[in-house]
């Protein structure tokens, strides 16, 4: 009698796996990274699986939008967002679609003055819905208060600053959290008596983009992403993957 409820406390309080990977960014995703990451999602198969912001570029709608990113198709880079969410979450899985700064782009196309741009943002953000409804997923804005997801004790934002100090300014706003975003891996303590700490959990687009060319801020950028276990009382082991000489590498 007494194994037999051992046993069943023990199923109760499994904890649960989950993954969390980020920026994509439709066409421009890294394929080599893409296949990593999702190699891993089977072998791992988290029970919780986040897409945390910018799972399409938009680049053809960005605000000042050169003539050469107007000329991308948004049907390619939608597409190639769409696969990655058809390959990456799970039938029984509770997936998180979260939009990131290039994914809203669509959602402020709705207030153009211009007529044609205000038709195709309102068939795309149809299409952004139906995806989600496809994978019942839960679909959180790019807002800073209503775009965090609580797991547990842990909150995953797409991420709202930039820079040296993106990880401090996002440790001391939300406390335990991981962010996108930024394309980097690094993390960040706030000093104190209680943890607060933010990481940046890496991308899966390519490193080297026309926009950023001549920037050294790109040399920051690492291929990445993150996965760990949820407990019941909400507190959780979280775990980086990253890119080490153009090979992903995970703890096991």
């Not at 399409?56 to 198709?73: H, L, P």
């Not at 706003?173 to 959990?201: C, D, K, M, T, W």
């Not at 291929?223 to 992903?248: M, N, P």
Request: charged residues 25%.
């Amino acid at each position: 009698m007494t194994k037999t409820k051992t046993k069943s406390v023990q199923k109760m309080v499994q904890p649960r796996r989950f993954m969390v990977v980020s920026d994509i960014h439709g066409s421009e995703q890294d394929a080599a990274a893409i296949k990593a990451a999702l190699s891993f999602m089977r072998d791992f198969d988290p029970q919780i699986r986040i897409i945390a912001g910018d799972l399409w570029n938009f680049a053809a709608i960005r605000k000042g939008a050169d003539e050469d990113e107007r000329a991308q198709s948004m049907w390619t880079d939608f597409e190639a967002g769409k696969k990655f969410a058809d390959n990456f979450f799970g039938e029984r899985a509770v997936n998180h679609l979260m939009l990131g700064n290039h994914d809203v782009r669509v959602w402020d196309l709705l207030d153009s003055i211009d007529g044609a741009k205000r038709d195709l943002a309102g068939v795309m953000e149809g299409d952004i819905k139906l995806l989600a409804r496809k994978h019942k997923a839960t679909l959180y804005p790019y807002d800073a208060r209503d775009g965090v997801l609580r797991l547990g004790h842990l909150k995953i934002v797409h991420g709202y600053h930039t820079g040296m100090t993106a990880c401090a300014q996002h440790a001391r706003i939300y406390g335990n959290v991981i962010f996108g975003h930024v394309h980097s891996i690094e993390s960040y303590q706030v000093p104190g008596l209680e943890q607060r700490e933010a990481r940046a959990i890496g991308c899966l687009c390519k490193l080297d983009q026309k926009y950023i060319d001549r920037k050294t801020a790109k040399l920051r950028w690492a291929h990445g992403f993150a996965y760990g276990w949820l407990f019941r009382d909400g507190t959780y082991q979280l775990h980086q993957a990253r890119s080490v000489e153009g090979k992903i590498y995970a703890s096991t």
